[in-house]
């Protein structure tokens, strides 16, 4: 039996504006499992991104409970959920999120850095990582000076350099030509699957949908039907080979790269010291 991960119990959230009363999720019920993926798949405004908030420990429920590993994740402090999220979540947003000062590998290296894994480490990590969704030969361009394929692979990149044991996408392909999307999916699915993550994707795509073991359909801050996905697409097998070097799935590999708060930009501003001299143009951050 897989382990569940995620158990939520009869999760409300509501938003009040004023006198009005938004009911943005209803009612869900429902598990997520280690080393499956998932879509939330629904029309907009449907609760999708609130729901992923809520797995994120980004909001809190007005009613109900959402269990991570056992535990109600709404009785956690938020420094207890930024920890949370540093040790466990990685995140991929369909505006990849990067930093515009950082070069590539400085993005990727962030969430190392928030877990003081020592530089020469988070380097190696970060190559391996660049190397695996194929862009060893941008690791010193700025997001401005990449495609916007290009940045998504940089935040995929970020969002799996600590082996995190879940990854949120939201909307990942939304800003995507369809081949570039074709890609992408295969990229975050084939990672995912070689390291038994669980990825939930959101989007109002049905073709995405088809690359998950479970497509949830929501509607109206309800869940409407559950799908398990016999037909899975699967990821091609050849994701560039240099995932087991990023990814040594013996520590906890927490990540928080997506994370869309000032802290990252705070936290890179007064970053670690150099340790070494070597690689210095490989990561600018002071
Ligand atoms: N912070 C907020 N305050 C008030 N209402 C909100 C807030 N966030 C979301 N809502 C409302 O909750 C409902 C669900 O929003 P949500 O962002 O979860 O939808 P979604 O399914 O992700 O849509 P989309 O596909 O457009 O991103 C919407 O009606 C939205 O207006
Ligand atoms: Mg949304």
Not at 66 to 78: A, C, H, R, S, Y
């Amino acid at each position: 039996m897989p382990e569940v991960l995620f158990e939520l119990k009869n999760v409300r959230k509501i938003y009040r504006m004023g006198d009005e009363k938004i009911v943005a999720l209803e009612d869900i019920s429902c598990v997520f499992e280690k080393g499956k993926t998932y879509c939330l798949l629904g029309t907009s405004g449907s609760g999708k991104s609130t729901l992923l908030n809520m797995l994120a420990g980004l909001e809190k429920p007005s009613k109900g409970s959402i269990l991570f590993k056992g535990k109600p994740l709404e009785k956690l402090n938020e420094s207890q959920l930024a920890l949370y999220r540093q040790q466990y979540i990685g995140f991929v947003f369909q505006s990849y999120n990067l930093l515009p000062t950082l070069t590539a590998i400085e993005n990727v290296t962030l969430p190392l850095i928030f877990r003081k894994v020592p530089k020469r480490k988070r380097l190696k990590k970060a190559r391996a990582m660049l190397k695996a969704v194929g862009l060893s030969n941008r690791s010193r361009h700025k997001p401005s000076e990449l495609s916007g394929g290009q940045q998504q692979r940089v935040s995929i990149a970020r969002a799996f350099v600590n082996n995190p044991q879940v990854v949120f996408a939201d909307e990942p392909t939304g800003n995507l030509d369809t081949k570039t999307t074709i890609e992408m999916m295969d990229l975050i699915t084939g990672i995912a699957r070689e390291h038994n993550q669980t990825l939930i994707i959101v989007t109002h795509d049905m073709e995405i949908s088809q690359y998950a073991d479970q497509i949830i359909h929501i509607r109206d801050g309800n869940i409407e039907s559950v799908t398990d996905n016999a037909n899975k697409l699967n990821a091609a097998p050849d994701n560039g080979g240099a995932q087991d070097e990023a990814a040594p799935g013996t520590e906890i590999a927490p990540d928080n790269g997506g994370e869309p708060n000032e802290n990252i930009t705070a936290e890179a501003g007064n970053g670690p010291r150099r340790e070494e001299k070597e690689d210095k143009n490989d990561e600018q951050v002071k």
